[in-house]
């Protein structure tokens, strides 16, 4: 069975078993396409990275997925890793993230909370709290402001941020909840409207690096490149652009 899911993965993600392979949470989409052209031109070399929730790309590890890094949008996933003995040590965080309520729609949102009561408003776009710890965090966003009952109905869970972000830019969600990575991001191009959430409503959104067993014993030398030029300055600067909080980590 854990061959069949291996295969699986590598076929449908059109990767190789030979491939330097990074897992990245949905919210690190963009910032890891500007990393890895920084960490291409500084060493030669290259990555693969395949990108989706934290959760799933978690159970992808479990059953033998052939990454060699795994960045997650929590701590609380690649410790899971450590203690199973799947990563070679203790998760280290690497960024922080920050919510963000994004339209493409007319609303005001200076007037957040107060227009989340408002009947117009249809449809909300969250990350499934199950899998995307970005999602987790939105319903402690929701509870903060005791808004979670009210707006339950209206919720619309998404597999992971990158389809919050698909939702709101087909404008199939009045607005959603997502990361401030995708906002900044080129893609976004200033697009609709946003406002960051006030950070006192939600736990800090801790990311955490895992180098993992796989990637230790088929790219140790890769591994320990890469491991170090995410935390440089260079790394640090692409990651602050994308809208991550990297300062004292």
């Given at each position: 069975m854990r061959y069949f899911i291996f295969a699986f993965i590598i076929w449908t993600l059109n990767l190789s078993a030979k491939d330097f392979i990074i897992a990245g949470s949905a919210n690190m989409q963009y910032a890891l396409e500007d990393l890895s052209k920084e960490y291409t031109k500084e060493t030669g070399t290259s990555f693969k990275t395949v990108i989706s929730s934290s959760?799933?790309?978690?159970?992808?590890?479990e059953n033998g997925a052939p990454f060699s890094i795994f960045l997650s949008a929590d701590m609380e996933y690649p410790h899971k890793l450590?203690?199973?003995g799947?990563?070679?040590a203790e998760p280290r965080v690497y960024a922080k993230g920050i919510l963000v309520l994004w339209t493409k729609g007319n609303w005001n949102l200076k007037d957040f909370p107060s227009f989340f009561s408002n009947t117009k408003l249809k449809s909300i776009a969250i990350a499934n709290p199950e899998i995307a710890p970005y999602g987790k965090e939105a319903i402690h966003v929701l509870e903060y402001y005791n808004l979670y009952e009210k707006v339950k109905?209206?919720?619309?869970?998404?597999?992971?941020?990158?389809?919050?972000?698909?939702?709101?830019?087909?404008?199939?969600?009045?607005?959603?909840?997502?990361?401030?990575s995708a906002v900044t991001s080129k893609q976004a191009n200033g697009i609709g409207q946003w406002i960051e959430i006030d950070e006192k409503s939600y736990k800090p959104i801790e990311?955490?690096?895992?180098?993992?067993?796989?990637?230790?014993?088929?790219?140790?030398?890769?591994?320990?490149?890469?491991?170090?030029?995410?935390f440089?300055?260079?790394?640090?600067?692409?990651?602050?652009?994308?809208?991550?909080?990297?300062?004292?980590?």
């Open positions: 959760g799933k790309l978690t159970a992808q590890i450590y203690t199973s799947s990563a070679i109905p209206r919720l619309i869970y998404a597999e992971s941020i990158s389809q919050v972000n698909q939702y709101i830019l087909s404008s199939s969600v009045d607005i959603g909840i997502t990361a401030k990311q955490g690096m895992v180098i993992l067993k796989y990637g230790l014993d088929n790219y140790p030398v890769e591994c320990k490149s890469f491991y170090n030029f995410l440089s300055d260079k790394a640090r600067s692409i990651l602050k652009k994308n809208g991550y909080i990297v300062d004292g980590l």
